[in-house]
């Protein structure tokens, strides 16, 4: 992952009640308006993303695309409220994002469960900071929508890649979040449990049907899991198209079969193509 | 390869039913802690003749008794029970001091960690302070707290403080921003990533850190007792050399190097309790 300008972990701005509260209703409505984000890095000021504007409506399965580089995590990590914009404004269901909450549920490329907790203890953990009765009963819960029941009480050093990003699934949507933000989850996988990952994700978005921002840089990976993909440009990046994803649900591997995916594929890979190119040259030049 | 054939001659070994032979070399190969004892009872022993021999030769019992006269020494100074009183008097002290600097210094070191203008505001003091050795608060430990036990505690303090302080400061500073960010986004506030995230993820390196106080405190305890105090090992040994009892100078020494071994084994042996995700 890129460096980001991180913000100390002391200047938390002060919590607020809407946060705690939101997590119970809200629909998951996210609004990115004119949204620049700059960061200063050895006195250089370089625009990670520039002018980006969308709508993504309650429910929605998104895809930010684009090679590495095209600031698709900096969107991310601002739609979550931990990087802020330098211009612009994130808002989920009308009320600004400003630090990272329980209205966001985050799952990351890999290595975010807390060590020193067991499957059990990183489930429970937001719905022990949200103050629910019996936090552990609602993390079995969680695990057994992975499928992980029976590893409750195994530490992330024990479970395999696949395994811990499913906790890191489950953690993540343990605090009934309307947003669900995925920053390449499957990156670090190989190909084979990367696509049943897939799968497995579907089914549990089909049943919790919570938005769904999901950052890769695999063409199929966007194509097979979203309603509409973002297709990323670089270099300030920006949004370079979008692309609707009329392919239906429910979605199996063999979807990639069919002829409307092949043109979809055509474009999207064209697009990315693009982008790539423009980086590639850039740099070598 | 190595590996392999010891597998497959266990394989054979298995089939005919007949156990391995147990041999001497067998045992020393091993990696259990029985090889391990034996290796160190073996460099041990090898010291101890070389002490003998240079001891004889030396024919000089005030510049160094052979190490039966040592041992012999111990036998009376634990029969006479004085050994004992040291030694309790020691560990006292250097208890009372580490779990002084420990209940300092991880709160401390925490709060600095996670909030930047108190971090602005001590650490350039603690630099300052920090090269200080625990010998030269003496003057000043016995002007304050006289002579007896509390300049040891005073002095054991200091000396566990600055590597439990650094080291758990480290551990807090270098906690994963990641880890922060997720709990954040799990609706933690401010204590509950002090308490919940940034101790935990820190608690290895104050682990370190309390391994490395403690010894330090250890040391800094003879020294402390060798002018602040009448009692304790310090001043038996400092005793025992003003009346040239030099066999009593190195019972003094081998109970501190014995006992101080035995507290890092202990601290060892309970670690995969504290630190259970760190299990092999």
Known sequence: MSARPLQPIHSTQRGDARTV????????????????????RDGMRTVAVQDIAIEIAPGEFTALLGPSGCGKSTLLNVI??????????????????????????VVFQQHSLFPWMTALGNVAFGPRMLGHASPESVAR????????????????????????????????????????LMDEPFGALDAQT????????????????????????????????????????????GIKEEIRIDLGRPRTPEIALSEKYGALDRRVRRLIREETLKVFNSASR | MQRTLARESAATAARSERPPRITLRSLL??????????????????FVLVWTLIARRLGNPVLLPTPAAVLEGFYQLLADGYLVQDVLASLKRVFTGFLIAAAIGVPLAMLLAYFLPLRRLVLPLVTLLRPIPPIAWIPIAILWFGIGDKPSFFITAIAAFFPIFLNSFFGGTSVEEQHMNAARSLGAKKASLLIRILFPSALPMIWTGLKIGLGQSWMAVVT?????????????????RLNLETSYVLVGMVTIGVLGSLMGLALSGVERYVL???RK
């Not at chain 1, 996210?30 to 200063?40: A, D, P, W």
């Not at chain 1, 990087?83 to 966001?104: L, Q």
């Not at chain 1, 992980?148 to 009934?176: C, D, N, W």
């Not at chain 1, 921002?213 to 440009?233: I, K, Q």
Request: charged share 15%; proline share 5%; glycine share 12%.
């Open chain 1, 21 to 40: 509260n939101a997590a119970v209703g809200g629909q998951g409505a996210i609004g990115v308006e004119n949204l620049s984000v700059e960061f200063k």
């Open chain 1, 194 to 237: 990367r696509s049943i990952m897939q799968e497995e994700l579907l089914k549990i978005w089909s049943e919790l049907k919570t938005t769904v921002v999901f950052v890769t840089h695999d063409v199929d990976e966007a194509l097979y899991l979203s309603d509409r993909v973002f297709a990323m440009s670089t270099a300030p990046g």
């Open chain 2, 276 to 278: 259970p995700w760190k």
């Open chain 2, 29 to 46: 190969a091993g990696p259990g802690w029985v090889a391990n004892a034996l290796w160190a009872a073996a460099g041990i022993g090898l």
């Open chain 1, 141 to 180: 819960e969680f695990l057994a929508l992975v499928g992980l029941e029976k590893f409750a009480h195994a530490y992330p050093a024990q479970l395999s890649g696949g395994m811990q990003q499913r906790v890191g699934i489950a953690r993540a949507l343990a605090t009934r979040p309307q947003v669900l």
């Open chain 1, 80 to 105: 979550g409220g931990m990087v802020r914009p330098t211009r612009g404004e994130v808002r989920i269901d009308g009320a600004p994002v400003t630090e990272p909450s329980a209205r966001c549920g």
């Open chain 2, 224 to 240: 402390a007792e060798l002018i602040a105090a009448q009692s304790g090992l310090g001043y038996m040994i400092q005793t025992s």
